[in-house]
């Protein structure tokens, strides 16, 4: 009889236990079903559209050739991606350009476009020949009978064929073609510079020459890409890290003591000091970096107060807790030898928490590399700046795609870097080098 009562707990407790958890889930549930439709995830995912996804994905790894007519005086220009740092020199234009009364752009597979004086044509194999006379009343585009296909937009004042080939865009003032192709184009040499086109062998053999010099300043300013430019913006975006992360770590060490309970006895001075971390911490950097900018104005050291602020709160609570678990009898022995209060710091409480004092500072200087990055595009410096100008263009996806992996080596440097110091300066440390 007793062994079925404490057979039928068994199993009561068991149901309670498993309508426990099946209560959890069902709430896990209904939480996620609530968070899809509060969110507008339904209408986010019929907004969705592949085909500007394809072309970003293709704007970040590949560059465009632009020819560009202006239909007023039909002068014709070639650029890369449009810009006029870019531009080819009266006259010159690539192979599948030809220039001339009428320019042939051939876009290969059969994707033949003309500007003629008065009238543009576009062969499209499988399709027919789209023909347009633009002008101060339209375009005036002829298609092929039947319908339009998506792939064309028409309208009295604007025409666009987009195209595996390319894409043909025609105005009352200006029709326009653009090519894909792969790779960063200009990326070492603009058009201008006598280097240009040179495989590594030309060039080792110019810088062999006597020639290094003008290679390497043709390349470091280069217009485009403006690599001195975007390495000066890393080196502040470093430069915002470190004095933001270190300059915490100098500020929070002193009131970590005032914040520790075996070192300050008197209470409220305790507590005032606890609570500035806790206030400091508790806003944001990206806060911190609005309300900072607005006092001060933009620019690098307005960032670096901005993370010296958030880290500082960190700090002192990591740093004032671990001088609480310090341990005492090596605090004793010290005194012991009737040295004075600094001095039982120094000799007594500094190398028990100098490797976790170490450790958080280093750790906090990588994290603080990828969030000067972020505080950068708020305050007008970095490479985040840079990042924010390529994309708030919408028309240089390469440079966006550049920046993105210079910040990822950035930040993978940074970790090796940090690491590589933690290794030695806290085994140094706990071998007592």
Request: glycine share 10%.
């Amino acid at each position: 009889m007793t062994t079925d009562v404490y057979v039928e707990a068994a199993r009561a407790g068991l149901r309670r236990k498993s309508l426990t958890a099946y209560g959890i889930m069902a709430a896990i549930v209904a939480y996620l079903v609530y968070i899809f439709f509060a969110f507008q995830i339904p209408q986010l995912l019929r907004n969705v559209d592949a085909d500007n996804a394809r072309i970003l994905v293709a704007d970040s790894y590949s560059h465009k050739v632009h020819v560009t007519r202006d239909n007023r005086d039909a002068s014709v220009e070639v650029s890369i991606e449009g810009e006029r740092k870019g531009r080819y020199p009266t006259g010159e234009a690539p192979e599948w350009v030809t220039l001339g009364q009428t320019t042939i752009i051939d876009l290969e597979d059969g994707h033949v476009v003309s500007f003629g004086p008065e009238e543009i044509r576009y062969d499209i194999p499988g399709y027919g020949l789209v023909t347009a006379r633009p002008g101060a009343d339209g375009v005036n585009a002829t298609l092929p009978s039947g319908d339009v296909p998506e792939w064309i937009n028409a309208s009295k004042n604007r025409l666009a064929i987009t195209t595996e080939a390319g894409r043909l865009t025609i105005t009352r003032n200006r029709t326009e073609v653009f090519r894909y192709f792969g790779g960063w184009e200009l990326f070492w040499f603009t058009l201008d510079s006598p280097y240009h086109g040179l495989g590594p062998i030309a060039l080792a053999s110019a810088a062999l020459s006597g020639e290094a010099g003008a290679i390497w300043q043709d390349f470091w300013h280069n217009d485009m890409w403006r690599h001195a430019d975007v390495a000066w913006a890393i080196f502040e975006t470093i430069l915002m890290a470190f004095l933001g992360t270190f300059g915490a770590a100098i500020i929070a060490l002193p009131l970590a003591f005032m914040a520790a309970r075996n070192f300050t006895p008197f209470g409220p001075l305790r507590f005032a000091v606890r609570r500035l971390f806790d206030f400091v911490r508790g806003v944001d950097g990206l806060i911190w970096t609005i309300i900072l900018s607005r006092a001060f104005g933009p620019g690098p050291m307005t960032g670096a107060l901005a993370i010296l602020l958030t880290d500082a709160g960190s700090f002192g609570k990591l740093f004032s807790e671990t001088l609480e678990n310090v341990d005492s009898k090596q605090i004793e022995g010290v005194a012991s030898t009737g040295a004075k209060p600094m001095q039982r710091y120094r000799f007594g409480v500094i190398p028990q928490v100098s490797p976790v004092f170490l450790s958080q500072i280093l750790y906090s200087f990588e994290s603080s590399t990828r969030s000067a990055t972020i505080i950068g595009a708020i305050t007008g410096g970095g490479i985040g700046l840079l990042l924010t100008q390529a994309i708030i263009t919408q028309k240089d996806w390469e440079e966006v795609s550049y920046y993105i992996v210079l910040i990822v080596i950035m930040v993978i440097l940074m970790d090796w870097f940090s690491g590589m110091l933690r290794r030695k300066l806290i085994q140094g440390d706990a071998s007592g080098h």
